[in-house]
């Protein structure tokens, strides 16, 4: 089956960048996702990308694609404490159900003042 | 505001007791998913409805039971079956067209 695989740690600075990686091994889907959980809540829908793109950028926020490698990264500039969370990748895995994403680990995102 | 509620927001049960956790939505969405998250392990898919009255077993639907007889609703049964239910519980649905996944704030539950 799909697996999605996360770093499970990143501790970064307040005011540096921080990069999310992620891989996944099937590749027929049409996106891929990046989402945001804080703590005690449910996740967020931080940012897509469709499977044609190399990259998408949304404010601090930038998507890199690398198809061929199966490789995704989240970058997110100029870290604030307030992005301290577990950010998920996530792969519908070519499925025909909406919303039957496989999911990564988690990575818990933490940023020191 | 559209959304989707779940609650209750923490539970203790004894073991050998069923529980049931809530999840409704206001979204009009046509699929609502329930997930399972540990620490260090993601979210797992434990049960999914696309319509109403149809359900489908996720990958580790065993020890759970689910139920759709309104599109608003879709409630989780932690059966007594179920090894390890201690656990934060998910749920979600999502618009057929754009495929986003749209998430309560979870029930955490103990069994103890």
């Known amino acids: 089956g799909e697996d999605v695989e996360q770093s499970l740690f990143l501790s970064v600075r307040e005011g540096d960048s921080s990069v999310i990686n992620c891989t996944y091994t099937?590749?027929?889907?049409?996106?891929l996702y990046w989402y945001k959980q804080e703590p005690g809540a449910g996740l967020q829908l931080l940012t897509y990308i469709f499977s044609n793109m190399d990259m998408k950028q949304d404010q601090r926020l930038t998507v890199l694609l690398n198809k061929k490698d199966k490789h995704l990264s989240l970058r997110i500039a100029d870290t604030q404490t307030g992005d301290s969370a577990i950010y998920f990748c996530?792969?519908?895995?070519?499925?025909?159900?909406?919303?039957?994403?496989?999911f990564g680990q988690g990575t818990i995102l933490t940023v020191h003042p | 505001d559209g959304g989707i509620t779940q609650s209750p927001k923490y539970l203790f049960r004894k073991e050998g007791q069923n529980v049931t956790l809530s999840c409704e939505q206001n979204l009009n969405h046509d699929a609502m998913y329930w997930y399972r998250q540990d620490p260090g392990q993601g979210l797992r898919l434990i049960y999914y409805?696309?319509?109403?009255?149809?359900?489908q077993k996720g990958d580790i639907a065993e020890g759970y039971s689910v139920s759709r007889e309104k599109k608003e609703s879709f409630p989780l049964t932690v059966t007594s079956a179920q090894k390890n239910p201690t656990a934060f519980y998910l749920c979600?649905?999502?618009?057929?067209?754009?495929?986003?996944?749209?998430f309560g704030e979870g029930s955490r539950l103990t069994v103890l």
């Open positions: 979600a649905s999502t618009h057929r067209e754009t495929g986003e996944l749209f």
């Open positions: 996530a792969d519908p895995a070519g499925g025909t159900s909406y919303g039957k994403l496989t």
């Open positions: 409805s696309q319509i109403v009255n149809d359900f």
């Open positions: 099937d590749s027929s889907s049409t996106y």
